[in-house]
């Protein structure tokens, strides 16, 4: 969020990073640098932040500062922490119509889209003159297709290192695979739609489940490489593959084309400005 921030809106907001402290770093580590913060700055926490910072801490630094969100990407459902903060902000719209529906944060939500990596949008777009399918990300997180029947390049991303490893070849790839099998411990958190968000700046069309969050609702319901829960991704990606660069392509081209207008960084940025803007509003 930092780069998106300071490649778009830097004329506007400044962002930065701050590590909250272990409540293990010593006396009161967490409450110290609570009353440490910048005092006309807004604090967003995520992730492993939300769920860590002790309350004492937290209530020092909502009444330091212009305002605290809480950033609910990938956080489970059952350990959700739905009071102490300003805003609650939603990594996707099927997450924010979740929140919607809760009492105690329906008032405070607001959107907060999480972009593809901002150095995807240095690449050139992804070729479209042979077909090429590819999976990028942690295998463990997929079922792939029979590769005797569907050969498909894999490619092992599960941190940033790995990522940057696969960057320059991205836009030789035209179909990008984003079939999720659910484990135990991520059943009940809430995913932002990464991988169609990447493969939509590439310009390249995506095969990912009709319950993935938020792809119908960027995609539409009669997006053509929807697959069923129950279904079998290697039938569409086999039926991708013969209409490749057929008019069902092109539909499917022109509604990942939406998507990446969408979900651009630029778009985002202006949505974390509208944010910090409402609570610096609020403290004025």
């Not at 990447?198 to 990912?208: E, K, Q, R, S, W």
């Not at 490489?225 to 039926?239: K, S, W």
């Amino acid at each position: 969020m930092k780069q998106i921030g300071d490649r778009f809106v830097s004329d506007r907001i400044s962002a930065d990073l701050s590590e909250l402290p272990s409540r293990k770093g010593g006396m009161a580590a967490q409450e110290r640098w609570a009353f440490n913060a910048d005092s006309d700055a807004v604090y967003i926490l995520s992730k492993k932040a939300v769920q860590s910072i002790s309350s004492p801490a937290l209530g020092i630094l909502r009444w330091k500062c212009r305002g605290v969100c809480f950033d609910h990407v990938d956080e489970p459902i059952t350990t959700r922490r739905t009071s102490g903060a300003d805003l609650h902000l939603a990594c996707s719209y099927g997450q924010l119509d979740e929140f919607s529906s809760n009492p105690t944060m329906a008032d405070n939500s607001r959107l907060l889209l999480h972009a593809a990596d901002v150095r995807i949008f240095q690449n050139t777009s992804a070729q479209h003159e042979v077909f090429r399918p590819v999976y990028v990300g942690d295998v463990r997180n997929t079922v792939l297709p029979d590769q005797s029947i569907f050969p498909m390049d894999v490619f092992e991303a599960r941190t940033t290192e790995q990522f940057s490893d696969v960057l320059a070849a991205l836009p030789t790839y035209n179909f990008h695979y984003a079939i999720r099998k659910d484990r135990d411990f991520e059943a009940a958190s809430s995913k932002p739609f990464v991988k169609g968000f990447t493969a939509a700046a590439l310009g390249a069309v995506i095969l990912t489940q009709k319950s993935t969050n938020d792809a119908a609702h960027f995609l539409g319901e009669d997006y053509p490489y929807f697959c069923l829960d129950d279904g079998n991704p290697t039938e569409v990606c086999l039926r991708a593959r013969d209409e490749f660069m057929g008019p069902v392509w092109s539909f499917a081209k022109d509604r990942m084309r939406s998507m990446a207008a969408k979900s651009h960084p630029e778009v985002i940025a202006l949505q974390l400005v509208d944010i910090v803007a409402e609570l610096q509003d609020r403290r004025v």
